[in-house]
């Protein structure tokens, strides 16, 4: 499975930049077909967020209707205490919600996929591949 950071979501749904936009509809439309495109609650959630921060809601609705099928249940409580633990340890809570994704990609994913180039402070600490996008 592919673990898709909210930011490829919002980069697929919303014009902000059209070469980003086509990596990410190029990468989640393969995974799809491929059948390894992984969603947790909480990018879905960050995904509905962003949205509305963006005001794209209205017009978005159709693909949020189509990706709530991807949304995997996963047993959040461990995931988040894991992620408490470890940027406790390295100093990064202020990114928790980083490593609430990083920890969900370990445990159900062989690859988390982001435009985050945050990401790349946690590679150290991960346990799966971190592709970080152009």
Known sequence: MRFFDTNVLVYYSVMQDEGKQKIAEELIEEAIVDEVF????????????????????PESQPLIDYFKQYVQEIPFASIVLEAYDLCYEIDACKSINDVIHLKTAERFCS???TFDRDFRKLREFAGVEVEVLK
């Open 111 to 113: 690859e988390l996929v």
């Open 38 to 57: 992984f969603l947790s609650p909480l990018v879905f959630s960050e995904y509905v967020f962003s949205l509305a921060k963006l005001g794209a809601l």
